[in-house]
């Protein structure tokens, strides 16, 4: 017992971080002048600051941010709630995401979701963390808890999904014109059934793209279209694709909501159903992960343009933080660019 308690003692004494005060007896100067030299826009010599930065860098010390925090209810940081992580979309979000925020002076906190939770748990512990705002890339998220950070004065802007609430604003590819520039595609090429795998069936994101896709099918007078649901994985598009290729007339074009789906569709049709892509079957994803252009998949997608995406997100959190523009809910769609590769380019008019 009196060892483990020694050894904690040992821990205590690893953690602690150098104060102001340890600085400014070593730089020779006042705490307030260590302070100043750490705060933005302050009045401190060059001298002065040059001794802090010196002592500051000898003894490891870096400024605490709680007193600045509480002083101007300002943290500097970004919520940033992900899902899906295994999906390589996701991965560039967080990525720009990070460069940008960081680029401002703003740091991040990651709060993964898991497939099926919802972000609305998540909330309370970020507020507890007094973050500047949320950016979430889950799409559920209820009235609850949007009215919880409308409360708190946490402003939120869900990233590719449409407005759910008042407090709520949204960044989001426009879905719905992507979907129809995919059915213009197939249509282009002469295909005459269709195929849709969608994603999560409650996700604005999928519900946008099957409606812009099935809309243009029906305004040019298809009927024969079948939809059948993916949810977004790999695995699920696999079995969706051979689903599809069972039905007594299967389509000769298929649409998947995302990358991932199409993936799955490709290595389905190519290894169990024998199927000659884009010769028998064309497909065509979403998002355009990196390995949508790889040789093997040459895939025909639908590239969000994620830096435009995440500068508006930035954007509205910045002024919205800032207290300025009373709008609220703001929808910002940013079209889409329809990627066209050898999963449907080789397709034939003959049928």
Partial sequence: MAAQKKNSAADSRARKYPSSTEVAKVAGVSQSAVSRTFTA???VSERTRKKVIKA???LGYSPNMLPRILLTNRSRLVAIVIGEMSN?????VLEEFSRVLQEQENQVLLCAVGHGEYVDDAIPSLAGYRVDGIITAHPILSEEAAEQCEKIGVPIVLFNGRVRSNWVSSVC??????????ADLFLKYGAKRFGYIAGGQETPANQDRSAGFIDRL???????????????RYEDGYQAALELMRQKRPPQAIFCANDMMAIGAIDALRKEAGVRI???????GFDDIPAAAWASYSLTTVRQEVERMVQEAVAILQTKAAGGDDARGLLRLVRGTLVQRGSTTGWLKRR
């Fill in 41 to 43: 826009g302050a009045s």
């Fill in 278 to 284: 884009p010769q028998e079957v064309m497909i065509a």
């Fill in 88 to 92: 390589p979309y996701y991965a560039r």
């Fill in 218 to 232: 029906k305004e040019n007078g298809v009927s024969d279209i079948k939809s059948i649901s993916g949810n977004f």
């Fill in 173 to 182: 590819c426009d879905n719905v014109a992507a979907g129809r520039d995919v």
């Fill in 56 to 58: 500051a860098e000898a």
